[in-house]
C-alpha cells in the first residue's frame, strides 16, 4: 500500500492528465465522426465508439500495470521486448493480412486484429536506450555506431517492408536521440535531410532545368564570395558540396518517376499544387480541408459536423480524425489539440532531461521523437502541408493497437520518470 | 526542442488562416445538407435494320428519401414534427405502407438518397411535386422507362426491370432502384445501352430547398448516354410474322445469309412489350408466368424441336462429304412396306439424290445415314458416328451460337458415349436409325435450323446467327459475329442439295410445289416430326432467291400436322413478303393469317 502511494505520489501528473485530455477528444471525435441516429449511445459496444472505449480501458489498465512493475525490469528486459516484436514484424511479412494495400495485420480471431508495426517503434526505444545505457558503449566506437544503425534500421526495414511506408517513415524521428546523444554528424544529416527535402520540391516545382540555373549561380556565387572575403578558402569542399546536390537533383526526376509508387507520387503532387484534382487523388485532402475550414472560429459544436455526417471524408474516425476536431470544435478545438500535444512534447523533453540515467533520458527523447513525427505528419496531412501518408493521430485516432502501443509507451516513460530518484 | 516549438506554431498559423482568416470553406459546407443527385443517362435507342424505331425513352418520375434529412429535431421549424398522415394522403399510401417502405430505405442508407417510390405517374407528380417541400428529405428523381412504339419482337427486345440484390451484389454500378436489362437484347447489350450514371452534388438548406451546386459543380460528373443499337431485324417482316403465327404456336427465324444477321425472330404465342414496362411490370409479369401456352418462352432458341425431314439435308451432306453416296445413288424404296423405316410418301424408288430429297424418301436417307457411320474407312461404326456428330455439329447443331440471343438453348446431338451407355455399347445403325431422319435423340433449336438454311444458301458457310446489326457510334461488332464459319464439306456438294431443293418447290412431286411463285426461286425442305406432346409438329426451312439468297428461313408451328400443311406456306409467304415488299398470294395470306391451330394439350 505505501509502495503504491509513493508512486502515485511521485509520477508526473501533467503529463498523465493531458494524455487523457487527449485521450477524451479523441473518443468524442469518433463518435461524432461515426455518429449513427440509429445508434445514439457513446457506450454501444457494436459500434466504434464502443469498441475504443474498450480500448481506452484496456490501455488505462495496462498503462497502470506498467506503473506497479519495477522500472529496472524495462531496461533489463528491453531488449528481449526488441526481439519478440522483430519476430511478429517477420511473422506478418508472412502471414499478415493486407488491408489498403499494407500488409501489417496479424488476425487473433474473435474479430481482433494486432498491428506489430505499432509496437515496434516502443520497442525500437527501449532497444536503443537499452544499448546506449551500457557502460561499455561509446558512440565514438565504429562498431557501436554500427550497432545503434542496426536497431533502428532493421525494424524500419521490416515495416517497409510491409508496405507501410508512414510507419516506417516515424523511425527517422530516432535522429533526434543520435543528435542528443551526440552520435557525430546527426546535426549534420538532419541539415543534409532538411537541403535534401527542400531541393526534392524545388526540383519538382521548377523542374531540373531550372535548378541546374539555380544551383549553378549559388555556386558561382558561394565561390566568389570565397575567393573575394574570405581568406580560409574551403574550395574544394564547396565544390564537393555544389556537385553532391547536382547528382541529387539529378537523380530526383529518376527517383520520383521510378521508385516512388503511383499514388505516393500522386499525393506529393496534389501537395505541391502541380497537379488540381480535387475528385481523384486530391479528394481526401480536399474534404478534409473543407470539413476543417467550415469549423471556423468556434467551430459547429459536438455532433452538428455535416461534412463529417456524410461520410465525405474517407478513414474519419482513424487518419482523418483530426477533421472532426477542426469542424466542430473550431479553430478553438484544433489549437487546443496542437497545443495539448507541444505541452505534451515540451514535458518530456523537459523530464528527459531531468533522468539521471542514460536509459531513460535516451528512452524519453525517443518516444517524444516518434510522437512528434505521428501528430507533425498527420495533422500536416488533415491541413495540406504534408503529402497524405497513412498514419494515426496518437491517442486521438480510432485503433487498438495504436490506442494500446502509445499508452504503454508513455506509461513507461512515467514509471522511469517516477523512479528517477531512486537511480544512484 | 525547438522543431517541436516551431512545427506546432506552424501548424496553429496554418489552421487559424484555413479556420478563421479563409471564408471559402466555410461557405462550401455552413448550414447546408448535400443531396447527391444520381443523373442518370438516357439508355440507348433501338432501331431496326432500315432505321425505324424499336424502342426509345419516356420520363418517369422517383419519389427519393433521404431518411436523416426527414427527422426534424427544430421544435421551431414549420416542418416539426414530419407530417406522416399528410404524406401518406399526399401519395395515396398507408400507414403500414409508408412505415415499410421507410424502413427499406433506411436499410439502404440513412444518410443517401434510396427509391421511397418508383415510377409515381407524370399527372401524380405535378401536384405531388408542387407541396413537397412541406416534406423534408423527400425529392424527386427524373428518370425514363422504355417505350415500344412497334407491339412487336417482344422476346427479342426484351425489358428492363429493377436490379435484383444478387444483380448488385455481382456488380457495384448498380444501386436500389436502379435498372437492368433482365431480358432480350436489354440483357445482353445492358452495357451499351446503359451508359454512364453522373452525378450532381447540390447543396438543400434546412427547410429541403435546393440551394444551388456544391463547390461550383467540381463533384459533379455528366452522365453518359448509352449507345444506340440497329438490329438486323426488319420491323415491317417481323410484324408480318407474328401476324401468320397468330393462333399457333411455334417459331419463325428468318437470316440474311451473307451477314449472320437475324431478319425477324418470332415466338408465338406473344406479348404486348410495353406490358413489362412501369408500375405493373411485377402484376403482369406474373400473369404471363401463369399463362399455360408460356408465352415468356422465346420459342425460335429455348424450344428443342425433333427436326423431322429437314434434317435430311444435314445427312444427306454428310453423307456426300465423306463418299458415302453420290448424287446418282439409288436406294430402294418399299413406301409403306420398307424395313426398317418406313416411307411416308408414297413414290417409287428414287434414283438419286436430288429426286430423294423432293420426295422426302425415308429409306434413302435412312440407307445414305448408315452407309456414312458404317463406312469402311472409317473402321467401325462408333468411329463413323463420331464422325458423323462432329460434321453435324459443324453445321450448327447440338451446340450454342453464343452471340447476342439470351436463353438460347443448343439442342441435342446425342454423343457416342451416350449411346453406349442406353444400349450397354452393342449398338449399330439400326439401332439409332430414326437420327437418319431427324427423329430420336436429335433435337434443334428453330435458329440452328434457319441456319442450316443459310448454310445452304451459302454453298458451305454461315456467320453465327445474331442479333444486331451495328452499334449507333459505329463500335464493330464482337468477332464471335463476324467470324466465317467454314462447315467442312464441299461446295460441289451444296450445288447438289441445293438442287434437290429446288425441286422441292419445282419438282412434280415436290412436298412444297403449291407454293411455287413463277418469279421468286424458292429452295426448301418440308419437315413433319414425331414428338411426344401430341399432333405431328409442322416445319420448313427455305431460302430465296435460289441463285443470290438474301433470305433464310426455318418455321415451325407446333402440333399442326404435315409441314407442307403450315410451316411451308408461311415461310413462303415470308420470303415473298421480304423480298417483293409485298404479298401478291391474298388468298394464302388469308387463310394462314386466320387459321387457328392450337393443340390442347391433355394433362
Given at each position: 500500500m505505501n509502495e503504491r502511494n509513493k508512486i502515485i505520489g511521485k509520477i508526473d501528473w501533467l503529463t498523465v492528465l493531458i494524455y487523457l485530455a487527449l485521450v477524451m477528444v479523441g473518443w468524442f471525435s469518433i463518435f461524432s465522426a461515426k455518429y449513427d441516429e440509429m445508434h445514439p449511445n457513446i457506450f454501444d459496444l457494436s459500434q466504434v465508439y464502443g469498441k475504443q472505449l474498450i480500448w481506452i480501458g484496456a490501455s488505462l489498465l495496462a498503462g497502470f500495470v506498467v506503473l506497479l512493475i519495477d522500472a529496472k525490469f524495462f531496461n533489463v528486459f528491453s531488449l528481449w521486448v526488441y526481439v519478440v516484436v522483430l519476430v511478429a514484424l517477420f511473422f506478418v511479412l508472412v502471414y499478415g493480412k493486407a488491408t489498403k494495400g499494407a500488409v501489417s495485420w496479424i488476425d487473433l480471431g474473435a474479430g481482433v486484429k494486432f498491428q506489430p508495426s505499432e509496437f515496434a517503434k516502443m520497442a525500437t526505444a527501449l532497444a536503443l536506450a537499452g544499448y546506449l545505457d551500457r557502460l561499455d558503449v561509446d558512440l565514438g566506437k565504429l562498431k557501436n555506431r554500427l550497432a545503434v544503425y542496426a536497431i533502428v534500421l532493421t525494424p524500419m526495414a521490416l515495416v517497409l517492408l510491409q508496405n507501410d511506408t508512414g510507419s516506417a517513415l516515424v523511425f527517422v524521428s530516432f535522429v533526434f536521440v543520435f543528435y542528443r546523444e551526440g552520435l557525430p554528424g546527426a546535426g549534420l544529416v538532419m541539415l543534409a535531410g532538411a537541403v535534401a527535402a527542400l531541393l526534392f520540391v524545388l526540383t519538382l516545382v521548377w523542374s531540373q532545368k531550372v535548378m541546374y540555373i539555380v544551383l549553378g549561380s549559388l555556386m558561382a556565387l558561394t565561390l566568389l564570395f570565397q575567393i573575394l572575403f574570405t581568406k580560409r578558402r574551403h574550395i574544394l569542399s564547396a565544390v564537393a558540396v555544389f556537385v553532391v546536390m547536382f547528382g541529387f537533383v539529378f537523380s530526383v526526376d529518376y527517383a520520383f518517376d521510378n521508385i516512388l509508387q503511383e499514388h505516393q507520387r500522386n499525393r506529393i503532387l496534389v501537395l505541391l499544387g502541380q497537379l488540381d484534382d480535387p475528385k481523384g487523388v486530391g479528394y481526401n485532402v480536399h474534404q478534409s480541408k473543407i470539413a476543417i475550414g467550415s469549423g471556423g472560429l468556434q467551430g459547429k459544436g459536438f455532433l452538428q459536423g455535416t461534412q463529417t455526417k456524410f461520410d465525405f471524408v474517407p478513414e474519419q474516425h482513424t487518419d482523418f480524425i483530426f477533421c472532426t476536431v477542426g469542424e466542430e470544435g473550431g479553430f478553438k478545438g484544433t489549437a487546443a489539440v496542437v497545443l495539448l500535444y507541444m505541452a505534451l512534447l515540451i514535458r518530456l523533453v523537459a523530464l528527459a532531461e531531468r533522468q539521471r540515467s542514460t536509459f531513460s533520458r535516451v528512452y524519453g527523447y525517443g518516444i517524444a521523437g516518434i510522437i512528434f513525427v505521428h501528430f507533425a505528419i498527420n495533422i500536416g496531412m488533415t491541413i495540406g502541408v504534408v503529402p497524405v501518408i497513412g498514419i494515426p493521430l496518437p491517442f486521438l485516432s480510432y485503433g487498438g493497437s495504436s490506442m494500446l502501443a502509445f499508452s504503454i509507451m508513455l506509461a513507461i516513460f512515467v514509471k522511469q520518470d517516477a523512479n528517477r530518484l531512486n537511480i544512484l | 526542442m525547438a522543431i517541436y516549438i516551431a512545427v506546432g506554431v506552424v501548424f496553429l498559423f496554418r489552421l487559424f488562416s484555413l479556420q478563421v482568416v479563409d471564408k471559402k470553406y466555410k461557405a462550401l459546407a455552413d448550414n447546408n445538407a448535400l443531396r447527391y443527385v444520381t443523373q442518370y443517362p438516357a439508355r440507348g435507342k433501338v432501331y431496326d435494320r432500315n432505321g425505324e424505331l424499336l424502342v426509345f425513352n419516356e420520363a418517369v418520375y422517383d419519389l427519393m428519401v433521404v431518411p436523416r434529412q426527414t427527422v426534424v429535431k427544430d421544435t421551431l421549424s414549420p416542418l416539426y414534427p414530419f407530417d406522416t398522415l399528410g404524406f401518406c394522403q399526399l401519395l395515396d399510401i398507408d400507414k403500414a405502407s409508408f412505415v415499410e417502405r421507410m424502413q427499406k430505405a433506411k436499410k439502404e442508407s440513412y444518410v443517401k438518397p434510396s427509391a421511397f417510390m418508383t415510377q409515381v405517374p407524370k399527372e401524380d407528380y405535378a401536384h405531388i411535386a408542387e407541396v413537397l417541400y412541406r416534406f423534408p428529405g423527400f425529392f424527386f428523381q427524373t428518370r425514363t422507362v422504355r417505350h415500344y412504339p412497334q407491339v412487336i419482337a417482344a422476346h427479342t427486345l426484351g425489358d428492363i426491370g429493377e436490379v435484383s440484390k444478387g444483380e448488385m451484389e455481382r456488380d457495384e454500378y448498380y444501386k436500389m432502384g436502379d435498372y437492368i436489362g433482365k431480358s432480350g437484347i436489354e440483357k445482353s447489350y445492358e452495357k451499351e445501352l446503359r451508359g454512364e450514371k453522373g452525378l450532381k452534388v447540390v447543396m438543400v438548406d434546412v427547410h429541403n430547398r435546393e440551394m444551388g451546386s456544391f463547390d461550383n459543380g467540381s463533384l459533379d460528373r455528366d452522365p453518359v448516354a448509352g449507345k444506340d443499337i440497329y438490329l438486323g431485324m426488319d420491323a415491317t417482316l417481323q410484324a408480318y410474322g407474328e401476324r401468320l403465327m397468330r393462333n399457333k404456336v411455334g417459331s419463325i427465324v428468318a437470316i440474311e445469309p451473307a451477314t449472320g444477321q437475324i431478319l425477324a425472330f418470332v415466338s408465338s404465342p406473344t406479348y404486348d412489350p410495353n406490358l413489362l414496362v412501369g408500375r405493373e411490370r411485377g402484376k403482369h409479369f406474373q400473369e404471363l408466368m401463369k399463362d399455360p401456352m408460356k408465352p415468356l418462352i422465346n420459342r425460335a432458341v429455348s424450344g428443342s424441336y425433333p427436326p423431322g425431314s429437314t434434317f435430311k439435308t444435314v445427312v444427306g451432306l454428310i453423307a456426300m462429304q465423306s463418299g458415302?453416296?453420290?448424287?446418282?445413288t439409288c436406294f430402294h424404296c418399299s413406301g409403306l412396306g420398307s424395313m426398317p423405316i418406313k416411307c411416308t410418301h408414297s413414290h417409287g424408288s428414287s434414283p438419286n439424290f436430288a429426286n430423294a430429297i423432293m420426295n422426302s424418301c425415308n429409306p434413302y436417307f435412312y440407307e445414305s445415314f448408315k452407309a456414312t457411320i458404317n463406312n469402311p474407312k472409317f473402321g467401325g461404326v462408333k468411329k463413323g458416328y463420331e464422325y458423323w456428330k462432329e460434321m453435324t455439329m459443324k453445321l450448327g447443331f447440338g451446340q450454342k451460337f453464343g452471340t447476342d440471343i439470351p436463353s438460347e438453348l443448343g439442342g441435342n446431338i446425342p454423343s457416342r458415349e451416350y449411346y453406349d451407355k442406353m444400349y450397354g455399347g452393342q449398338w449399330n445403325a439400326v439401332t439409332i436409325r430414326s437420327l437418319g431422319i431427324g427423329q430420336g435423340e436429335v433435337l434443334a433449336t428453330p435458329l440452328q435450323l434457319a441456319n442450316i438454311a443459310a448454310t445452304i444458301a451459302n454453298e458451305g458457310y454461315y456467320y453465327p446467327p445474331h442479333l444486331i446489326k451495328a452499334f449507333g457510334d459505329g463500335t464493330p461488332l464482337p468477332e464471335v459475329m463476324t467470324t466465317k464459319m467454314e462447315t467442312g464439306i464441299e461446295q460441289r456438294h451444296f450445288k447438289v442439295m441445293k438442287a434437290g431443293l429446288r425441286t422441292v418447290f419445282n419438282g412434280p412431286a415436290g412436298t412444297a410445289r403449291r407454293y411455287e411463285m413463277n418469279d421468286i426461286a424458292q429452295c426448301g425442305k418440308t419437315g413433319t416430326a414425331q414428338n411426344p406432346h401430341g399432333n405431328n409438329h409442322s416445319l420448313f426451312i427455305a431460302f430465296a432467291p435460289a441463285e443470290d439468297p438474301k433470305i433464310a428461313i426455318a418455321v415451325i408451328v407446333e402440333n399442326s400436322g404435315y409441314g407442307a400443311t403450315w410451316a411451308a406456306p408461311i415461310a413462303s409467304l415470308m420470303i415473298e413478303k421480304y423480298i417483293r415488299g409485298h404479298v401478291e398470294r391474298p388468298e394464302l395470306e388469308k387463310r394462314m393469317m386466320e387459321g387457328v391451330v392450337i393443340y390442347k394439350k391433355e394433362r
Open positions: - | 458415302s453416296i453420290t448424287p446418282a
